[in-house]
């Protein structure tokens, strides 16, 4: 039990210094061109906003951090543990397991406020790991049939379903920086604005780049 609250504080700690160090030191830099001259760039702090910027390397990180910190914890506690408990420890390793591998890689989708593709990528991770559950089913069932003959049937289905699983926790993981990039630009958070100054009657053009 000692070992599943010390995984779980982790996971805990993980989330609240991703979200505190977003709110605390997530800005951006803008540099505004005023008749072919450039003002000093300024720090705006767009924590003092109603839209907050979403940080790509903060989307990368919880996705990773949601996928592999689960995972280990979930092996570590169908490995090792107290035996008195061993009902507890392999249903809160197959709890930690079931997250960590169909949704964390999501995460950082969904803190991006990109659902689709974390939705996606759920039903993606769902569906591969039915078809390999039922592969393996018809592979136990094949083998306790003393008149079956050839190969086992379903192999290649159960194939077909780990390179799903695969292939859409990959991809989750690898588009979350693009989802906050989407965000940002959606929002004028990053990218490039035109304006007009009419105290100077001179066009603006602004550059915002999120970090």
């Not at 930690?96 to 593709?117: C, E, H, I, Q, R």
């Not at 289905?157 to 989750?172: A, C, D, F, Q, R």
């Amino acid at each position: 039990m000692k070992t599943l609250f010390t995984l779980l504080f982790t996971m805990a700690a993980f989330n609240v210094r991703t979200i505190a160090a977003d709110l605390d030191t997530t800005s951006s830099l803008s540099v505004v061109k005023i008749k072919n001259r450039f003002q000093i760039p300024v720090l705006q702090d767009q924590t003092k906003t109603n839209i907050p910027v979403k940080s790509p390397s903060k989307a990368m990180k919880m996705a990773l951090g949601h996928t592999l910190i689960p995972i280990g914890a979930g092996l570590g506690l169908m490995i090792i543990g107290d035996s008195n408990v061993e009902g507890i420890r392999r249903v809160s390793g197959l709890t930690l397991l079931t997250y960590g591998g169909l949704v964390g890689p999501s995460m950082g989708n969904f803190y991006a406020k990109d659902y689709t593709k974390g939705g996606l990528g759920i039903g993606m991770r769902a569906i591969g790991t039915l078809m390999v559950a039922s592969s393996i089913g018809k592979a136990m069932a094949w083998g306790n049939d003393d008149e079956a003959e050839g190969p086992a049937p379903g192999e290649m289905m159960g194939t077909v379903g780990v390179l799903l699983v695969l292939g859409s926790t990959v991809w989750n993981i690898m588009s979350a920086p693009g989802s906050a990039n989407t965000y940002n630009e959606k929002h004028g958070l990053s990218g490039v604005s035109v304006g007009y100054d009419p105290v100077s009657k001179a066009g603006l053009v602004s550059f915002r780049i999120t970090f």
